[in-house]
């Protein structure tokens, strides 16, 4: 009797483990990318959810000579032993084909429960004066 009590407990046990590893994994990693576009001459904010296809913001000035185009695709989830990564590729295009990337990244480890999140922020100046920023691309997850 003492062997079926041990062995009932026991897969009691391991249905809590697992349930709880599912529930860490499902609502552990998960990340809610958002991009937001501040216009330092209106102060006005722009909020871009990112979601599974990709997100096109024009940047564009032309009196004050900014003109570019951003192109933000996230990826889908990396599975990496006990880590699990996500990304989001940054791509701007300037109208002479010059390019700018970045990326923005985060990582869960399954094991200790820790997410760490690397964010991307993009400043565009004005092209005739260095010194005067017109926008802020900020790519973090939520």
Known sequence: MPR?????????????LCAAIVFVVQNGHACSWQADLV????????HFPIGETP??????????????????????VL??????????????RYPDDQMLTARA???????????????VILFF???RKYNET???LHVDCQ
């Open 125 to 127: 100046s004005n092209a």
């Open 39 to 46: 216009d330092y001459t209106t102060q006005e904010t722009t």
């Open 79 to 92: 599975s990496i032993g006990i880590l699990k990564q996500q990304k989001v590729d940054i791509v701007c």
């Open 4 to 16: 079926l009590r041990f062995l009932d407990t026991l897969g009691v046990a391991c249905a809590l």
């Open 105 to 119: 990244i985060t990582i869960f480890d399954l094991f200790t429960g820790e997410t760490i999140t690397h964010p």
């Open 134 to 136: 017109l926008y802020r």
């Open 55 to 76: 997100v096109k913001i024009p940047i564009v000035q032309a009196d004050k000579g900014v003109d570019v185009h951003c192109s933000l695709d996230p990826s889908e």
